[in-house]
């Protein structure tokens, strides 16, 4: 018998999102909204709602992940999104965040390295009517430059230290959030552009899956 997932998506916004700080009601609303389930594969619908990372694709690099909706609603919420804001969404994956961020900003593009995932998110996303997103194939770190610059950065995953280019594309007055350091060690900042100059703040810690290509290379040592 196949699942409820309207019921399951109240649920999940319930009892893993509001029970964690979360109180936008605009990002509430698009959570209750967003059909979580068609973002991973047909054999893993049942376990969409799970309070759990989920694997969706695994490529030479390492594998991806469908963040879990307590830590990815926090890390929304702390960009502060408006109607107006145009958004780069790094590591879209299949297209879940786009999908939330696209009824929270005026505009999205999601970037994605991993051609079969861009071309899932795509088709998804146009499934869904969610028309003010753009799907964009390419290098995570080095963000989208041709549609820069944006008032809100969302990295999908976390990494060792957020990369100059990413920083670079924010607009004047632009967020970005991330979670820099993996497993226990993770800690949610917020960057924002003021004068020129951006500058982070701790804001939470968080636990979630790397997302590949952001791992800190190491120095040669004699």
Do not use: H, W
């Amino acid at each position: 018998m196949s699942a409820d997932f309207s019921e399951l998506r109240v649920k999940m916004v319930d009892g893993q999102v509001r029970t964690t700080d979360v109180t936008s009601a605009p990002l509430l609303d698009a959570m209750l909204v967003v059909p979580r389930e068609v973002f991973v594969g047909a054999a893993q619908r049942d376990l969409a709602y799970i309070d759990e990372d989920i694997r969706i694709a695994a490529d030479a690099d390492g594998a991806r992940y469908l963040m879990e909706a307590s830590p990815l609603a926090k890390l929304i919420q702390l960009a502060e999104i408006n109607p107006t804001d145009s958004a780069l969404d790094v590591g879209c994956g299949t297209g879940y965040a786009s999908a939330i961020l696209s009824r929270l900003a005026g505009s999205v593009v999601a970037l994605e390295s991993d051609s079969a995932l861009a071309e899932t998110a795509r088709s998804t996303l146009s499934s869904l009517g969610c028309g003010n997103v753009t799907v964009v194939q390419g290098a995570l770190p080095q963000g989208y430059a041709a549609n820069a610059p944006y008032d809100v950065i969302f990295i999908g995953g976390s990494v060792a230290e957020v990369p100059a280019p990413l920083l670079d594309q924010l607009a004047e007055g632009g967020r970005l959030v991330a979670v820099e350091g993996q497993g226990n060690s993770g800690v949610a900042r917020l960057f924002f552009k003021a004068g020129g100059v951006v500058t982070g703040r701790r804001a939470f810690n968080a636990a979630i899956k790397p997302l590949p290509g952001f791992e800190r290379i190491r120095a040669f040592e004699f």
